[in-house]
């Protein structure tokens, strides 16, 4: 089969591989779409280390068809069209046993652990059948927007862990980039929400004002205190999601954020990032900051239901569509950051 080999920093080359072999509890899919991640980018660029083999096959937001069962699987059938949460997780540890799976102690990853979508094939290990990470997709639902699934998850579960959004919240998201439009997107569904969105290309804070934020502002230009401020009545944000991995900003969000307010530390940073806090902000105002680790099973579902609901647009955060043929031009696509996320279709049939 073909697929897009990791085979070292700055090497991601299109190969002719073995086809899986499907073991008696594995499933085997035709990949039907794969996204390309930030965190792939990361990876070829040698900046995430942790746990990935050379060489391997990334990709991990993933849906396709099972067109093979193992002998052991039961309820599953050839034919059916699936999301697989890559996130694969032992069920006995400490945080396992607290509904925190994403957080787990042993926990494996599809897309650079085990191989990943970038391919024409996906073999779903035995451990990730067992533990509930396949699930079926409506018959209406394409595999492209499923594939969504993956980053909005993760996204539902930066915004669980600052405390949710509330209705008539302000919330001031720093990045329009595919997570920043998701997050806005989630934000947005919650009734009365105001989104501002900060974002230095003119091109992502056009998208996002046709993506439904309230107000854009462009760092570059204009003083972002000030215009959250004026959005605000003085108060600053309920909420600031950051959605860049720019460690310098992380002080500057706190005289943004309202008393009581909070701030997720959505993006992943550099290995050894730091920051200075100017903590009596923090302490005195109440601020409360979180981070962001993947999401758990529930969250994969609960982003599933929301995409095949309508409430999250996928249609509108794939921007850009290409074969496995032509994955070196979709890579350098996702690169340049054009558009917003950037769809691989191995076999080019799927429509949006």
């Not at 970038?118 to 451990?127: D, K």
């Not at 003119?202 to 462009?218: C, K, P, S, Y």
Request: net charge negative; aromatic share 4%; hydrophobic share 45%.
């Amino acid at each position: 089969m073909l697929a897009a080999v990791f085979e070292g920093t700055e090497k991601i080359n299109l190969r002719e591989v073995p086809t899986p072999e499907v073991g008696d509890g594995d499933l085997l899919l035709r990949v039907r779409a794969a996204t390309i991640c930030g965190t792939d980018l990361k990876i070829v660029a040698g900046k995430k280390t942790r746990g990935v083999r050379i060489p391997s096959i990334l990709g991990h937001e993933i849906a396709g068809e099972i067109i093979a069962v193992g002998a052991q699987v039961a309820g599953w059938r050839a034919g059916e069209f699936v999301a697989v949460a890559p996130v694969i997780a032992c069920g006995e540890c400490y945080y396992c046993g607290r509904d925190l799976e994403n957080l787990c102690a042993r926990r494996k990853a599809l897309g650079y652990e085990y191989e990943g979508g970038f391919a024409e094939f996906l073999r779903v290990p035995a451990p990730a059948v067992s533990a509930g990470n396949v699930l079926r997709l409506p018959t209406d639902l394409s595999c492209q927007a499923a594939a969504l699934s993956e980053p909005l998850s993760c996204c539902i579960n930066g915004q669980d862990n600052m405390g949710g959004i509330k209705p008539g919240d302000t919330v001031l998201i720093i990045g329009a980039g595919p997570i920043g439009t998701m997050h806005m997107q989630l934000a947005k569904a919650v009734p009365q929400t105001r989104v501002i969105v900060s974002e230095t290309l003119a091109q992502r804070r056009r998208m996002a004002l046709e993506n439904g934020a309230d107000a854009v502002h462009d760092p570059d230009d204009t003083d972002i205190y000030q215009r959250v401020m004026d959005e605000t009545s003085g108060l600053g944000a309920d909420k600031i999601i950051l959605a860049v991995g720019i460690a310098d900003l992380v002080n500057h969000l706190l005289c943004l954020t309202r008393k009581n307010g909070a701030i997720n530390l959505f993006a992943g940073f550099s290995a050894g990032a730091m920051a200075r806090l100017d903590i009596n902000e923090i302490h005195y105002r109440q601020i409360r900051i979180s981070g962001a680790s993947a999401s758990t099973t529930s969250q994969f579902k609960r982003a599933l239901d929301l995409i095949a609901a309508g409430a999250i647009d996928a249609g509108a955060l794939v921007s850009e569509r290409f074969s496995l043929e032509r994955f070196p031009d979709a890579w350098q696509c996702a690169r340049a950051g054009q558009g917003l996320k950037v769809a691989i279709i191995p076999d080019g049939r799927e429509s949006a």
